[in-house]
C-alpha cells in the first residue's frame, strides 16, 4: 500500500520568505509526527498530532513555526520568515494508534529545504 | 529527558563481517525501540521494532536485542554486504508524558561494507 509522502522533495528559498511543506500520512493512522534533520545533527521532534486532540507543539523552535492538521489527515508544516538555521531534511512520520502501546512509525522521504 | 547514544559513529568493513552496532538510552521507561536504516538523501525506512517486554527481534540476517533495564541494545548484522552500506538509527518513545510516541534519536552508525 501506499506509504508516507512528502512533498516539496526538495525546497530552496530565500532568507525571509514563507514555506510550506506538506505530509500525506499512511490511510487510516491516526498519528502524526514532524522531525527534523540538520546537518551534523541527530533528528529532532517538532510536533505531535493525534487524532482530533490539540497538538504537541513542544518541540518546535521558535514561533515563526507552526502547522496544522486538516481532517485528521494531511498536514503542513509552515516556516514564517526563513532562517538560515532552517536548513534541513523535515521529516514526517505516522503510525496506528489504538490506545495501547505506542506502535512503529513510519516516515516519509523528507523535505530538503535549503535556505539562502 | 531521554538520552540516546550510538556507538560507533562510524564503521568500515570488508563484505562478509558480522557486526554488532550498539545502542543505549538514559531512561529505561520506554514502550519499545525501533532501528531504522537512512541511505543518504532519503528518509527513514524501519528495520525492526522491539516491544520492551521482549528480549529480541530477527529478520532475515537482521537480530536486535535489548535490555531494557541496563538501557541497551544491540544490532547484529550477519554476513554483511555492499547494500548494507548506509547510516543505522536507534530511536526510543517513552511510555510517559504528553507526546506519546515522539521518538528520540541516536545520532547514528555511519555503516560502510566494501567488496
Known amino acids: 500500500g501506499a506509504g508516507v509522502s512528502q512533498s516539496p522533495s526538495n525546497k530552496v528559498t530565500e532568507k525571509g520568505k514563507d514555506v510550506e511543506l506538506r505530509c500525506d500520512p499512511i490511510?487510516?493512522?491516526?498519528?502524526l509526527y514532524w522531525y527534523r534533520q540538520s546537518l551534523g545533527q541527530g533528528l529532532e521532534f517538532l510536533i505531535y498530532?493525534?487524532?482530533?486532540?490539540?497538538?504537541?507543539k513542544s518541540g518546535l523552535p521558535s514561533d515563526r513555526f507552526s502547522a496544522e492538521r486538516t481532517g485528521g489527515s494531511v498536514s503542513t508544516l509552515t516556516i514564517q520568515r526563513t532562517q538560515q538555521e532552517d536548513s534541513a531534511v523535515y521529516l514526517c512520520?505516522?503510525?496506528?494508534?489504538?490506545?495501547?502501546?505506542?506502535?512503529?512509525?513510519?516516515f516519509g522521504p523528507g523535505t530538503r529545504l535549503t535556505v539562502t | 529527558k531521554q538520552e540516546v547514544t550510538q556507538i560507533p559513529a562510524a564503521l568500515s568493513v570488508p563484505e562478509g563481517e558480522n557486526l554488532v552496532l550498539n545502542c543505549s538510552f538514559t531512561?529505561?521507561?520506554?514502550?519499545?525501540l525501533q532501528w531504522f536504516r537512512q541511505d543518504p538523501g532519503k528518509g527513514l525506512t524501519s528495520l525492526l521494532l522491539?516491544?520492551?517486554?521482549?528480549r529480541e527481534q530477527t529478520s532475515g540476517r537482521l537480530n536486535a536485542s535489548l535490555d531494557k533495564s541496563s538501557g541497551r541494545s544491540t544490532l547484529y548484522i550477519a554476513a554483511s554486504q555492499p547494500g548494507d552500506s548506509a547510516t543505522y538509527l536507534c530511536?526510543?518513545?517513552?511510555?510517559?508524558?504528553?507526546?506519546?510516541?515522539?521518538?528520540?534519536f541516536g545520532r547514528g552508525t555511519q555503516l560502510t561494507v566494501w567488496p
Open positions: 490511510s487510516g493512522h491516526t498519528a
Open positions: 498530532f493525534q487524532g482530533n486532540s490539540a497538538p504537541d
Open positions: 530511536a526510543v518513545p517513552l511510555d510517559r508524558g504528553s507526546t506519546l510516541g515522539r521518538l528520540y
Open positions: 512520520a505516522s503510525s496506528l494508534t489504538s490506545g495501547g502501546p505506542v506502535h512503529e512509525q513510519y
Open positions: 531512561d529505561s521507561a520506554i514502550y519499545n
Open positions: 522491539i516491544q520492551s517486554s521482549q
